[in-house]
């Protein structure tokens, strides 16, 4: 079992930054991808962007330029850095936590919000 906590969102005015923090505990394997997901009202949960055990990494195309993923290996954490954000970017930020790239076996954090104002 692993447990995953976010912490991080908030309220936010368009073009400014917030930084997610998740952090992962419980039966960590070396090999692992975290990611974070978004789900807007009445939106399907969207994939925002992955890290991988190597530190590569991948985004959907409406946050690149804008969002950075990175992670700490050695605090077993995951962040997700905002700037320019936008309201389109209002949503609840889950935390994925994947055994491994290979594999469908994942577990979610609770979800953070953000919301971003005019």
């Known amino acids: 079992q692993v447990q995953l906590v976010e912490s991080g969102g908030g309220l936010v005015q368009a073009g400014g930054s917030l930084r997610l923090s998740c952090v992962a505990s419980?039966?960590?394997?070396?090999?692992?991808?975290m990611g974070w997901y978004r789900q807007a009202p009445g939106k399907q949960r969207e994939l925002v962007a992955t890290?991988?055990?190597?530190?590569?990494?991948n985004y959907a195309d409406s946050v690149k330029g804008r969002f950075t993923i990175s992670r700490d290996n050695a605090k077993n954490t995951a962040y997700l850095e905002m700037n320019s954000l936008k309201r389109e970017d209002t949503a609840v930020y889950y935390c994925?936590?994947?055994?491994?790239?290979?594999?469908?076996?994942?577990?979610w954090g609770q979800g953070t919000q953000v919301t971003v104002s005019s």
């Open positions: 994925n936590y994947r055994v491994s790239w290979y594999s469908s076996r994942d577990y």
């Open positions: 890290v991988f055990s190597d530190s590569s990494t």
């Open positions: 419980g039966s960590i394997s070396s090999n692992n991808v």
